[in-house]
């Protein structure tokens, strides 16, 4: 590895992933709010035909698809 290409405390490139744990955090916190909406919008849709629509139009299968991830 030459002079010119070696990382120093200064470099720009450890100035960005400094900031990556904060980020992580606010992304995570993002995800689980995210989750507990769709949670809430599942638990409503608990009439017969709420599920009967959300089973043949694959909303209730994506809705939990995306809770999953």
Do not use: C, W
Not at 46 to 56: A, E
């Amino acid at each position: 590895m030459s002079e010119a290409s070696a990382l120093n405390l200064d470099s720009d490139v450890l100035q960005l992933l400094n900031s990556l744990p904060e980020k992580f955090v606010v992304d995570f916190a993002n995800g689980i709010d995210v989750a507990r909406e769709r949670q809430r919008y599942i638990a409503g849709r608990n009439t017969f035909f709420s599920r009967m629509y959300d089973g043949f139009t694959g909303q209730g299968a994506r809705h939990q698809a995306e809770i999953n991830a």
